[in-house]
C-alpha cells in the first residue's frame, strides 16, 4: 500500500547532469550542484531512478535535472523523494535547417570582411 502525502515537498539538493555513459541498467553522469556552482562530480545511476517514459531520453550528451527532496506524508512520516527530469529540445526538420542555413549565408554575405579585416 502506497503511503499518502499531503503533497508538501522540500528540495534538500538539485542537480544539472549530463550523460556521459549507458550501461544495461544504469547511465554514468556528470553532475553540478546547483547550490554549489563550480562543484562537479560524477555519479553512476539506476535507469530505475528515471521514469519509464523518459528512459529513451537516457543517451550521452543528454542533460538533466536530478532533485532530491523529502516529501510530508499524511501520517506525519517524511519520505525521501528523487526525481529525475530530462530535458527536452525541440526538433529541427530539414526544411527549418535549410532556411537556417540560407538565412546564416545571406548574413555572412552582408558582412564587410576584407574592410573588417584591414588596420585602420
Keep these: 500500500m502506497k503511503p499518502e502525502t499531503n503533497g508538501t515537498t522540500g528540495v534538500l539538493q538539485e542537480f544539472e547532469g549530463t550523460v556521459l555513459e549507458l550501461t544495461a541498467d544504469s547511465f554514468v553522469a556528470r553532475l553540478m550542484d546547483r547550490a554549489n556552482p563550480g562543484l562537479e562530480e560524477e555519479a553512476e545511476i539506476p535507469l530505475a531512478e528515471v521514469r ?34 530530462f530535458q527536452r529540445l525541440p526538433s529541427w526538420t530539414c526544411r ?7 538565412a546564416a549565408g545571406v548574413f555572412l554575405e552582408s558582412l564587410d ?5 584591414r588596420p585602420s
Excluded: N, Y
Excluded at 96 to 102: G, L, N, Q
Design 113 to 117: 570582411l576584407d574592410r573588417a579585416k
Design 96 to 102: 527549418e535547417v535549410e532556411e537556417a542555413k540560407k
Design 52 to 85: 519509464f517514459e523518459e528512459r529513451e531520453l537516457v543517451r550521452p550528451g543528454a542533460m538533466f535535472r536530478w532533485t532530491l527532496g523529502d516529501q510530508q506524508e499524511t501520517e506525519g512520516r517524511r519520505a525521501r523523494v528523487s526525481t529525475i527530469r
